[in-house]
């Protein structure tokens, strides 16, 4: 069964920086996205930013230049980069994997069979 266990979150006040981990365990895909989703109190949970097995990424504009998305193939972990943090940055932050065969990446979250229990992002101001 696969595993997706993410760490990483925090408070930061508005500015800072996390950086948050997914470890992923018993995934055995050779073409695959993983992505970053993201849900606040009181809203639908929403796409951040994806990579797959061709280095495509797509990030949510609001968030470009800011997150950045990896992964590292040896150790099984994704991560996201979040730079110059803002309040409305403030949400419960989900990794989310699934085998994937197209050229480019998707943030729609019927791409994604696979889900971990998410980690708690607050930016302050």
């Known amino acids: 069964q696969v595993q997706l266990v993410e760490s990483g979150g925090g408070s930061v006040e508005a500015g800072g920086s996390l950086t948050l981990s997914c470890t992923v365990s018993?995934?055995?895909?050779?073409?695959?996205?993983m992505a970053w989703f993201r849900q606040a109190p009181g809203k639908e949970r929403e796409g951040v930013a994806a990579?797959?097995?061709?280095?495509?990424?797509i990030y949510k504009p609001s968030v470009k230049g800011r997150f950045s998305i990896s992964e590292d193939n040896a150790k099984n972990i994704l991560y996201l980069q979040m730079n110059s943090l803002k309040p409305e940055d403030t949400a419960t932050y989900y990794c989310a994997a699934g085998p994937w065969s197209m050229s480019f990446a998707r943030l729609a979250r019927s791409d994604y069979p696979h889900w971990g229990r998410g980690t708690q992002v607050t930016v302050s101001s």
């Open positions: 018993k995934f055995s895909y050779k073409s695959y996205q």
């Open positions: 990579l797959n097995t061709l280095n495509h990424f």
